[in-house]
Nanobody, 126 residues
Framework: QVQLVESGGGLVQPGGSLRLSCVAS????????IGWFRQAPGKEREGVSC????????YYRDSVKGRFTISRDNAKNTVYLQMNSLEPEDTGVYRC???????????????????WGRGTQVTVSS
């Protein structure tokens, strides 16, 4: 019933930009906190950004602050991740996730999220 589908990944040169989309089906996305995560080969999945459903507050890991922007379009049931000034270290499979827990607090930890998309590949290379 609940489904998240990411899109927008691809190959981009360092310094370039990319916008990822996370489209929700089966539920109203605006009722759930949404997080973006990424995982590079051989590395643990790490939280990139999240957006609250209560007040719309946004949060970012230090390495992407000032470069990435998370946003929500309720009419389209979509959450976006705008990525600018991309670096090779940003390479990985990006997945969006929705948190069902009613006691969710802003978190970039994967354990805080319940529903996950399959992911979209982002490769930053010259």
């Amino acid at each position: 019933q609940v489904q998240l589908v990411e899109s927008g990944g691809g190959l981009v040169q360092p310094g370039g930009s990319l916008r990822l989309s996370c489209v929700a089906s089966g539920f109203s996305l605006d009722h759930y906190p949404i997080g973006w995560f990424r995982q590079a080969p051989g590395k643990e999945r790490e939280g990139v950004s999240c957006i609250s459903n209560s007040d719309g507050s946004t949060y970012y890991r230090d390495s992407v602050k000032g470069r990435f922007t998370i946003s929500r379009d309720n009419a389209k049931n979509t959450v976006y991740l705008q990525m600018n000034s991309l670096e090779p270290e940003d390479t990985g499979v990006y997945r969006c996730a929705a948190a069902e827990s009613t006691d969710w607090v802003p978190s970039l930890g994967k354990e805080a999220y319940d529903y996950w998309g399959r992911g979209t590949q982002v490769t930053v290379s010259s």
